[in-house]
């Protein structure tokens, strides 16, 4: 059977539809990443090109390695008081961030 992927809208119109996780909106299990994966941020950030494609690829990647195996998204544990060196480091050492802003984010959860 065949997959048709229905396109956004707007100027986005020459993109598929995707959820944030860049899965097809009406296509469960398919995932799309390089530059067909632009919809998501278009206007916003480097994901339709090469910048942008590794860390669209890593982060796919890890979507699928946690649906499908169960395997945690990485993350990191430090003591409260080395947050501002902490941050200070992934500011400066971050490059998806940089790249995917406003669409790639870390999250910090204090307290667990």
Do not use: C
């Not at 390089?34 to 090469?50: C, E, L, Q, V, W």
């Not at 961030?97 to 910090?108: A, H, K, R």
């Amino acid at each position: 059977r065949s997959v048709r992927l229905r396109s956004a809208s707007g100027f986005k119109r020459k993109y598929p539809l995707l959820k944030p996780n860049y899965e097809a909106k009406y296509s469960q299990g398919l995932f799309v990443i390089g530059t067909a994966s632009h919809s998501i941020d278009f206007r916003k950030s480097a994901g339709g090109f090469i910048h942008g494609f590794r860390y669209t690829a890593r982060t796919v990647y890890r979507v699928m390695e946690n649906r499908y195996h169960h395997i945690p998204w990485p993350s990191t544990y430090h003591p409260i008081s080395q947050l501002p060196n902490v941050l200070l480091r992934r500011i400066n050492e971050a490059s998806g961030l940089y790249q995917m802003f406003g669409i790639l984010v870390d999250v910090i959860l204090p307290g667990l």
